[in-house]
């Protein structure tokens, strides 16, 4: 047998555990939080929509403002740090032009020859593209928790966006929702990594910049169509300016739920917060019962809980995973 020496110092994993676990939890409101934000986006891009605004227009609209809202916490964030702004453009110029620029503009491409119902679908095959690129990087095979988590979030999917209703396909249409799909990871990824230093809000901040300027310059050379409307629009069953749903775009679910969802990915890893960014679609339905008046049928609740109950077996197989890697 053999003692530990009496000035041997053992460390305290507890409280590491402890700590994990609190980081863990925050993360998780951080994302739900976040999935909230991007979920009110729905009602008030329709707004725009059918009040003549163009889809380019309204997510250059939004993303712009967004960039403003984020400046000066940006710019506070930076102060004495602007050196890692260069180590760090990979994932700046990734998050801007693919999470922020791309993913939007992909999706909203997606609409116009696909239901909302498949484009949503589509990029939201997100979560498991990433589980199988960690399976293929890593060789080692998910737990049977995460792939029958991942299976059942698809079926739940499918039930809330009740895309069996009368779906529309085109091969251009889907094309465009891989190609959100593939922007959504690459921002679940780069949301997750700790940037070499650079604050959570500052990467945020930053890429929504360079997000705003590329779909500016996308704007002007033609690239996208913009056309924008000062007429009334329609919200909530009410005739209110142009301006409401405009800033509750931008400022809520973009500038917001950008935040929140770096901060999230960065405690809960590119995984586990994407599968729980699936509950955008249960919050998207909810506000478009509360703020356009669509009710959800019985189908779409039941297709909810079934979505949560596949991010519970996700996280629960993330768990079991780190603990075996440990």
């Known amino acids: 047998?053999?003692?530990?020496?009496?000035?041997?110092?053992v460390p305290d994993l507890s409280k590491d555990t402890s700590a994990q676990g609190h980081h863990r939890f925050a993360g998780l409101l951080f994302?739900?939080?976040?999935?909230a934000a991007f979920g009110m986006s729905g009602p008030f891009a329709k707004s725009l929509l059918h009040a003549g605004w163009t889809p380019a227009a309204a997510v250059t609209g939004r993303i712009v403002i967004a960039a403003?809202?984020?400046?000066?916490?940006?710019?506070?964030?930076?102060?004495?740090?602007?050196?890692?702004?260069?180590?760090?453009?990979?994932?700046?110029?990734?998050?801007?032009?693919?999470?922020?620029?791309?993913?939007?503009?992909?999706?909203?491409?997606?609409?116009?020859?696909?239901?909302?119902?498949?484009?949503?679908?589509?990029?939201?095959t997100a979560p498991l593209w990433l589980v199988l690129l960690a399976?293929?990087?890593?060789?080692?095979?998910p737990h049977r928790l995460v792939l029958l988590g991942a299976a059942a979030s698809i079926v739940g999917l499918l039930l809330v966006l009740n895309v069996f209703g009368g779906a529309q396909l085109s091969g251009a249409g889907v094309l465009w929702g891989l190609v959100a799909a593939g922007c959504a990871a690459a921002y679940f990824i780069i949301a997750s990594n700790p940037g070499?230093?650079?604050?959570?809000?500052?990467?945020?901040g930053i890429s929504m910049q360079l997000g705003a300027l590329a779909l500016i310059?996308?704007?002007?050379?033609?690239?996208?169509?913009?056309?924008?409307?000062?007429?009334?629009?329609?919200?909530?069953?009410?005739?209110?300016?142009?301006?409401?749903?405009l800033l509750g775009i931008a400022v809520i679910s973009a500038a917001f739920a950008y935040v929140?969802?770096?901060?999230?990915?960065r405690d809960l890893g590119a995984r586990v917060a994407s599968f729980v960014a699936l509950s955008e679609v249960l919050f998207a339905v909810l506000f478009a019962w509360l703020l356009a008046g669509e009710v959800p049928a019985v189908i779409q609740l039941i297709g909810g809980f079934i979505v949560i109950g596949g991010v519970v077996l996700v996280r629960l197989g993330e768990s079991r995973d780190t603990r075996l890697a440990d």
């Not at 929140?260 to 990915?265: M, W, Y």
């Open 196 to 204: 070499g230093g650079l604050p959570s809000l500052a990467l945020a």
């Open 217 to 245: 310059v996308a704007g002007l050379t033609g690239i996208v169509d913009v056309h924008a409307s000062t007429a009334p629009v329609e919200l909530a069953g009410h005739s209110t300016s142009f301006v409401v749903p």
């Open 1 to 9: 047998m053999s003692a530990t020496a009496p000035d041997a110092v």
């Open 260 to 265: 929140t969802g770096v901060v999230a990915a």
């Open 31 to 35: 994302a739900i939080a976040s999935a």
């Open 68 to 124: 403003l809202v984020l400046l000066p916490i940006t710019v506070w964030q930076m102060r004495g740090r602007w050196h890692l702004v260069l180590p760090n453009w990979r994932p700046i110029a990734g998050y801007g032009l693919a999470g922020v620029a791309g993913a939007q503009l992909a999706y909203f491409s997606a609409i116009q020859t696909l239901s909302i119902g498949v484009a949503l679908l589509l990029e939201y």
């Open 135 to 141: 399976w293929v990087t890593t060789r080692r095979t």
